[in-house]
Nanobody
């Protein structure tokens, strides 16, 4: 069983930056995808971005050019660097681990990000 622990959430002012971390532990495959979704208040969950073991990334349109996903394979950790934040980025952010064997995704506990002045 893989477990994910998120950290780094908090409150920032518009235009600010924040970095989220997601650490995976347990029995982890060599190659796997990880990434982030978010759920703004009163909205459905949406894709933030994904990253493969090799570093290929994909981003949702709403964060393209502002957010950057990276990973440390030795530490089994994925990061989300968020820049130029706006109130529309306020949401609960969830990281996930996508096993290569086709089993169900594993989700982090969620971390709240609030952007307001």
């Amino acid at each position: 069983q893989v477990q994910l622990v998120e950290s780094g959430g908090g409150s920032v002012q518009p235009g600010g930056s924040l970095r989220l971390s997601c650490k995976a532990s347990g029995t982890i495959f060599t190659h796997y995808a990880m990434g982030w979704y978010r759920q703004p208040p009163q909205k459905r969950r949406e894709l933030v971005g994904t990253i493969t073991t090799g570093g290929s990334t994909n981003y949702g349109d709403s964060v393209q050019g502002r957010f950057t996903i990276s990973r440390d394979n030795a530490d089994n950790t994925v990061y989300l660097e968020m820049n130029s934040l706006t109130p529309d980025d306020t949401a609960v952010y969830y990281c996930y681990y996508d096993p290569p064997d086709g089993s169900s995704w594993i989700w982090g506990q969620g971390t709240q990000v609030v952007v307001s002045s």
